[in-house]
T-cell receptor, first 112, second 112 residues
């Protein structure tokens, strides 16, 4: 079985642009979570979705939004990019809300 | 508040035991986790412990939980060079929706 996949692997944007990151969970998993990992720090929780509904939100501005599709894949959108948004964005999937999370390899976003 | 703290670096000789320590703040957390991150890779769940347990052993890994002091430790027996990585302590508070709070990570160096 394929693990969690994320696309793209790397992305370079300029300030003010917007970006869409994509995540495909492990087959059968219904929950997807998004994390931001700035270099040298631990992952910071952004969102958790379960059965297409938002079930948890971290302390991030409204420029960050996400959604989950009927096939349980997910998109993370970031508008009006700032330099400080440069980070590794990790997606994790789990069968249920509180089950073990399996992480994807991440998308490295660089904002210039 | 929610915070997970860890020491940043640990250096051990191959064959010795490594002990990585962590303190957390949210006593409502049901699950406490240890993740491993190797360079260029995503996060790998090593082990977890329920908050009603004091100890969990899994092959070379031993997790100790002191709930009174909100202190969690990970002991790696017979540390190998392949154990060199960043180790993250994390908790899942039962308040504020579903989310996982990570520490900044402890970078383990194993000298041959």
């Amino acid at each position: 079985d394929a693990g969690v996949t994320q696309s793209p692997t790397h992305l370079i944007k300029t300030r003010g642009q917007h970006v869409t990151l994509r995540c495909s969970p492990i087959s059968g998993h219904k929950s997807v979570s998004w994390y931001q990992q700035v270099l040298g720090q631990g992952p910071q929780f952004i969102f958790q979705y379960y059965e297409k509904e938002e079930r948890g939100r971290g302390n991030f501005p409204d420029r960050f939004s996400a959604r989950q599709f009927p096939n349980y894949s997910s998109e993370l959108n970031v508008n009006a990019l700032l330099l400080g948004d440069s980070a590794l964005y990790l997606c994790a999937s789990s069968w249920g809300l509180a089950d073990e999370q399996f992480f994807g390899p991440g998308t490295r976003l660089t904002v210039l | 508040g929610e915070d997970v703290e860890q020491s940043l670096f640990l250096s051990v000789r191959e064959g010795d035991s490594s002990v990585i320590n962590c303190t957390y703040t949210d006593s409502s957390s049901t699950y406490l986790y240890w993740y491993k991150q190797e360079p260029g890779a995503g996060l790998q769940l090593l082990t977890y412990i329920f908050s009603n347990m004091d100890m969990k052993q899994d092959q070379r890994l031993t997790v100790l939980l002191n709930k009174k002091d909100k202190h969690l430790s990970l002991r790696i027996a017979d540390t190998q060079t392949g154990d060199s990585a960043i180790y993250f302590c994390a908790e899942s508070p039962n308040t504020g929706g579903f989310k996982t709070i990570f520490g900044a990570g402890t970078r383990l160096f194993v000298k041959a």
